[in-house]
C-alpha cells in the first residue's frame, strides 16, 4: 500500500496562473481532505469530501475549488494563484466506520507563487 | 465549534529527561482526540488517538497521553526523551458523532538536546 501519494512535491507559480493538485488513496477510505500548512498558523482545512460525490468547504475556501474524481481521487484547483497561497498543502483520508476516525496524511506539496 | 490549543510554541528538553507537551480542547460533546508528528519536510505520522476507555494511551515511539476530562487536556508525554524525537508536533480533535474533520492545533516544535 502506497497511503496516500500527492503530485507533484514542489511547484513553482506566477501569480494568476492555475494548477491543480493530485492526491490519491489506496486504503478504500470514504473521506478525503485537503489542508494548507502555514508557519505558525498549524493546518487549516480548506476542503473535505466526506464521501464519493460530496465536498464541503473547510475553514479557508477561498481561492480554491476540488473534485472528488472518483473514491480514490480528490484533486485541490487552484483558478488564479496568488502570493498569500504559498504554502505547503496536504491530502489526507479517512475510514467512516465506527470508531475507525485516523486521519492518514499525504508527504505534502510544497507550493510557491511569485 | 471545535478548537485546540497548543499554548507552547516551543518545548526544549535534554536528552533523557521526561518530556511533555501540552494540549487543551474545546468541543460541544465527546471528543475524538490525535497527537501526530512532523519530521522536517515529511507529511504529519500519526502517534496516538483516544477514542474512549482508558485515559492512559499509549502510541509510537513510547510516547503515550493522558485524557483528563475535568481539564480539558490531552498532554503527550514521554519518560525518557531522544535527540530523535526532536520535531514539530499538533494535537488534533474532533467531536464523536457525526463525520467531521479533525481540527488541529498550531504546533509545538520539540527540540531534544544532547
Known amino acids: 500500500n502506497a497511503g496516500v501519494t500527492q503530485t507533484p512535491k514542489f511547484q513553482v507559480l506566477k501569480t494568476g496562473q492555475s494548477m491543480t493538485l493530485q492526491c490519491a488513496q489506496d486504503?478504500?477510505?470514504?473521506?478525503m481532505y485537503w489542508y494548507r500548512q502555514d508557519p505558525g498558523m498549524g493546518l487549516r482545512l480548506i476542503y473535505y469530501s466526506a464521501s464519493e460525490g460530496t465536498t464541503d468547504k473547510g475553514e479557508v475556501p477561498n481561492g480554491y475549488n476540488v473534485s472528488r474524481l472518483n473514491k480514490r481521487e480528490f484533486s485541490l484547483r487552484l483558478e488564479s494563484a496568488a502570493p498569500s497561497q504559498t504554502s505547503v498543502y496536504f491530502c489526507?483520508?479517512?475510514?467512516?466506520?465506527?470508531?475507525?476516525?485516523?486521519?492518514?496524511f499525504g508527504p505534502g506539496t510544497r507550493l510557491t507563487v511569485l | 465549534a471545535q478548537s485546540v490549543a497548543q499554548p507552547e510554541d516551543q518545548v526544549n528538553v535534554a536528552e533523557g529527561n521526561p518530556l511533555t507537551v501540552k494540549c487543551t480542547y474545546s468541543?460541544?460533546?465527546?471528543?475524538?482526540l490525535f497527537w501526530y508528528v512532523q519530521y522536517p519536510n515529511r507529511g504529519l505520522q500519526f502517534l496516538l488517538k483516544?477514542?474512549?476507555?482508558?485515559?492512559l494511551v499509549k502510541g509510537s515511539y513510547g510516547f503515550e497521553a493522558e485524557f483528563n476530562k475535568s481539564q480539558t487536556s490531552f498532554h503527550l508525554k514521554k519518560p525518557s526523551a531522544l535527540v530523535s524525537d526532536s520535531a514539530l508536533y499538533f494535537c488534533a480533535v474532533r467531536v464523536e458523532s457525526g463525520n467531521t474533520p479533525l481540527v488541529f492545533g498550531k504546533g509545538t516544535r520539540l527540540s531534544v538536546i544532547a
Open positions: 483516544y477514542i474512549t476507555g482508558d485515559n
Open positions: 468541543v460541544s460533546g465527546n471528543p475524538y
Open positions: 489526507a483520508s479517512s475510514s467512516n466506520r465506527q470508531g475507525i476516525v485516523t486521519q492518514y
Open positions: 486504503m478504500n477510505h470514504n473521506s
